[in-house]
């Protein structure tokens, strides 16, 4: 109960502090605001502290029958209750009321209380009416008020006493210490607190101003960018600290000018401390260059003006434009060569047109690298630079003076030779070819230059340099892939050439249309079990035919499409579990081959996740075949990629194993579960001892490191029983079946896990590459 009665008196005192004070910050505390809350205080303790003598006084007129004094006493305190009441609505109308009431008061004293000494205390309870008139109205009220008060003072002074005004007589014998109690409360308590309120506000007013002050001192000091303030004349008045270090020590009562001089040369026009105008400031090595960033009148006949100091900066714009030529040339030109780029060889190939004597033609000959790859791998990637290095300054001392040398790929570069007649463009070609080293030098070592050369001829191939350079690549590609690169403009060429365009144009469009399909070809256990299978792409184009993975999968890798195909072979297999699951066969195991762009992209992880979760298929059911190549090229991007995979307990094979130039030291170190042997290794075995000894050390290796062994390519019944005796686990090859598509394998997967006797039934004689 006691807790309760505390509780409702803080929030009683709460409120009425509100209500007098009227709380907010300093810079809320405005004239009105303060008036409003001085008046609330003057009303309201006048209310309550002359409430005791307004009582008493009203008891002894209803005793002795003077009426007259509780009707004075109510018509007062309605007054000043609706003078409350009208306060925040009527404020001026409020004070207006308080102080009337105040002369009635002293009226009423002076002429209903007929003892002349009380009557005197009439005229003095008037003389209050200026002050507050001065607190809760204004000075010009105050004085008009001071000049009337001259009245009241006259007729005390004089002596002169009021007539009895009505006839109304309110004198009792208590009366003096009515009047005395009245005057003491009002004078003692009711103005001085509202005059403490008042100069609590000023109080008040003068900190916020005196910490505006200080902050506006501060941002004015600190704010990072010089600033003056002048008169109109020009004379300083003052500078913050950062214009005083630039002028060099303080410069008040000066003119501006004498310390800020104009770049501009002599007898130029005349700058002004406009926006944008630049000066300097200081001599010899301090001297700074400023530019006015704002010209603003403050006060009167004052401005400010702020400078920025912009010396490093105009520095380096004059660097830059110094070093224009040197930015282009970098723009141009590869980093690690400094050959030109692709765009620049195109450039310089029209320039020659113009000066092509009749039947003459530009051999633009296409160099790819394949050895680059494996230096990266064994030596790093600076090691590989200066490969590159170094058979650019082979091919420019084979080309001559007068070819034109570009880095048209990663790991390619471009020669264009001086220009011969067309039937002499082929020995060129061959000069070039014969010219080139077998062997560079990388480091301590001598590396083997595996090269493959593509040429096309300038304007007779194509009149767009452009296409020439393209359709040159696409000779070294071919040539890279075991097509002739020596049959420059034979028909031959030009239909190779032709066919490799059109499967570059259409690409793209049968990955949208879905001309891509897949067929599964069986992985078998070492008992005679299916393990799984491998999901492998075919594409059959109404326009090319059947294309070749061969064919199509190194152009997506150079189109950088390569992702999107992974992605739809993701897709399908996981579709193709779900309506095998559905079905009720048992989800069999699919390896799906994944790029060295997929497993250099970022979102290879949420892929994979989002196709097995979209079918809601078990991660165990999905194999991810990874290239070794890739694996030692890029080891940290490959196990930050493969762990992440593996933690989800998606299995991880090294497809295609054997064929790379991983250090087999790391193996121990990737997150794997399966290793391939390459169908290479199997070719002459058995019967060949070195092949056999190679897969001997592969399998004993994987066995170790209790990795399961596949091997693929397995075609011949002798290869079957020389694995089986060493211990593969899994096999896959055309002596089992060759890859089908999804329909062909469903009705045997319904009958459950099939052996390999079903499996060895008559297939369609298709044979092909996997996807990568």
Known sequence: MLRRLISTGERL???LHAFLQLPGRPSQDTDSRVQLSALRIVLLSGITLEAAIALHSSWLGLQRGVYYILFIVVAFYVALLAAIRWSTQHQRLSANGLIVAVYVAGLVIATCVRIPEVQRLG????YSAPLLAGLLRGYRLALALMAFNIVPFWFAASGFVMPNLFGIDVTIDTSPL????????????????????????????????????????????????????CRDDGRVRRGNRLFAQLAGGVIDDQLLSRWLRSPAPEGSAVPSFDAGTE???????AQRRLVVRNRFACGDRHYAVSFQDVTELRELQRNLVRSQAEAEYLASHDVVTGLPRPEGMAQWLERQRAMLLPGMVIPVVSCGLGSLRQVNARFGMAQGNQFIVAFANALRDAGGKDSYIARTRGSMLSIALPPVPAVQAMMAVTRLRRALPHQLQVG?????????????????????AAEVMHRSGVA????????????VGTPISERAVSRRIAIESALERAIDDRELHVVYQPQVRSNGQLLGFEALVRWNSPALGAVSPAEFVPVAEQMGCVSRITDYILDEVCRQLALWMAAGAPAPRVAVNLSARDLDRDNLFETVLAAVGRYDVPVGALDLEVTETFLAERPERALAQLKLLREWSFKISIDDFGTGYSSLSKLADLPIDVLKIDRSFLLDLPGNARRERIVRSIVTLANNLHLQVVAEGVERGAQLRFLQMLGVDAYQGFLFHAPAPAEHWTPMLLGGLPSIEDLMLPGPPQFGHSLI
């Open 13 to 15: 005192w709460a409120s």
């Open 123 to 126: 005229y003095v309870f008037c």
């Open 178 to 229: 009515y009047i005395h109690g009245l005057l003491f409360t009002f004078f003692n308590f009711c103005l001085p607190l509202a005059v403490f309120r008042i100069l609590s506000a000023v109080k008040h007013s003068q900190q916020h101003a005196q910490r505006m002050q200080d902050l506006y001192e501060d941002l004015f000091e600190n704010q990072g960018t010089a600033v003056v303030v």
């Open 279 to 285: 000066w300097l400031v200081g001599e010899g090595r």
């Open 444 to 464: 301590s070592g001598q590396v083997q230059v595996e090269l493959a050369l593509g040429a096309a001829l300038f304007p007779n191939d194509s009149a767009q």
């Open 476 to 487: 070294m590609e071919l040539a890279r892939e075991g097509a002739s690169a020596d049959e």
